[in-house]
């Protein structure tokens, strides 16, 4: 049984009751006292009829595996067994329409976040990076750390839950085994010890990928002729063999090969890709230095930033700007293009980044906020355009695309009282959001 003290974890993850499918509230809190080790947080329309029937059927039938059975009547008298590990999936829905949803929770056999809560929806799918859905992620019932990214992986590759309760492993240990040169040679993922390894997520039928892998076919060998050690390890999402092969035939460096789905397929689990191209920036010990390899190599076309640990503070570009749809965004737009006002700019907010996002890296989480600065360019001006922004500069604004919100603080002078001000307020909900 879970400690009681730990149990508010995930009420303040998932807020104190959830919905069951008879309409009853169930607390959250309860969870791990009911035998719920694990908590699949399933984001999804309510739609019904084609693929997404066809995955709630998968659904249901792999949660029911790990429902605890119901006790035998006329059992011998004996101390009953202790509950085994159980997953409860918890609905948080993308539906406006109330009586759809209703009709929709009534139908699955598991629980639901309220309908009414959707400022807690808006804030778990900033939370957890929801860019694709349905889109299925695992976390601990105990602690609402994340488990498992990309828990629609699971139920294809383990469906009768053998791997419970798929907790991430190291990377050299997912992607031991052979991998293979474009020539056809074969070496053991055991070369890539000690170097600094990307790992490119990317297919053939994807022309953001083929264009960013011509880019970094050029990175790949400035790094290497610098006299780093990086390899690259190429996990194939194309459609078919001989496309990889064609593809393949580009790349100067190593692949999973495309026969060893099941590789490939850990790989994507271990990472939570939801789309491509995405490479992946690991140290000589396997960790994570960045996800957002794909901004770096566009951004640093010399390398010089190699291996490209993130700054707390970016200038917003057109291609980072991608980032704006990740989550809440802290854009301060000042009055120049000048390197020095740009410069200036970071310095005053780069404190307060570095402390938000050091206080959640101490409890292994990512930060709610990413910070940028704005200059005077004509991609700054389509998004003042888009977002409704004064032409008012030093401009101090968060920007949430998904939820098509922004608050904004028009001020003479911004201070970093100010910034720092502006950011709890935000984190604390005491800020009053304008629509975009």
């Known amino acids: 049984m879970a400690s009681p003290r730990c149990a ?13 499918p008879d309409g009853s509230a169930v607390a959250t809190a309860s969870l791990p006292a009911r035998g719920v080790s694990l908590v699949g947080l399933y984001f999804g329309y309510c739609g019904s009829g084609g693929p997404g029937a066809q995955l709630a059927a998968s659904l249901a039938a792999f949660y ?16 009953p067994p202790p509950p085994p590990q159980r997953l409860e999936l918890v609905f948080i829905s993308a539906e406006q329409d109330q009586p759809r949803w209703q009709e929709a929770t009534r139908a699955m056999p598991w629980l639901a976040l309220p309908f009414a809560d959707k400022r807690r929806k808006l804030k778990l799918w900033n939370k957890f990076r929801v860019s694709n859905i349905p889109s299925l992620i695992f976390i601990d019932a105990i602690t609402g750390k994340v488990v498992c990214q990309n828990g629609l992986l699971v139920i294809r590759d383990d469906p009768e839950g053998l791997e419970f ?6 990377f050299q240990e997912v992607v031991a085994g052979p991998l293979v040169q474009n020539k056809g040679q074969s070496l053991d993922s055991s ?25 970094l076919v050029e990175s790949y060998r400035k790094i290497k002729d610098g006299g780093q050690k990086f390899e690259i390890v190429f996990v194939s999402a194309d459609r078919s063999e001989d496309s990889f092969k ?102 005053l907010i780069q404190p307060i980044a570095e402390k938000i996002i050091a206080k959640y890296r101490a409890k292994d989480e990512e930060a709610p906020l990413l910070f940028f600065v704005a200059g005077e360019d004509n ?20 920007l949430d695309m998904s939820a098509r919100a922004k608050y904004v603080m028009d001020v003479e002078e911004i201070t970093p009282d100010i910034v720092e001000t502006f950011v709890n307020d935000f984190l604390v909900d005491k800020l009053k959001p304008e629509p975009i």
């Open 379 to 398: 991609m700054t001006d389509s998004l003042r355009d888009y977002t409704n922004l004064p032409e008012a500069a030093p401009l101090l604004t968060i």
């Open 64 to 79: 029911a595996r790990f429902q605890a059975p119901p006790s035998a009547a006329g059992a011998a008298e004996q101390p």
């Open 165 to 170: 309760p798929w907790g991430p492993r190291p």
């Open 191 to 215: 070369t890539l010890e000690g170097s600094y390894v990307g790992v490119y997520f990317s297919a053939h039928w994807c022309p953001p990928c083929r264009s960013l892998t011509r880019v």
């Open 246 to 347: 064609q593809y393949f035939s580009e790349m100067p460096w190593l692949a999973v090969p495309y026969a060893d789905e099941a590789r490939r397929s850990r790989l994507n689990r271990l990472y939570g890709i939801q789309g491509i191209p995405t490479l992946i920036i690991l140290d000589p010990k396997g960790e994570v230095i960045t996800r957002q390899g794909r901004v770096e190599v566009l951004n640093d076309l010399d390398c010089r930033e190699f291996p490209w640990h993130p700054k707390p503070v970016l200038e917003l570009t057109e291609a980072n700007a991608v980032h704006l749809n990740e989550g809440p965004c802290l854009v301060l737009f000042v009055d120049s293009d000048d390197d020095g006002e740009s410069e200036a700019a970071k310095q």
């Open 8 to 20: 508010p974890a995930l009420a303040e993850l998932l807020g104190e009751a959830l919905v069951a």
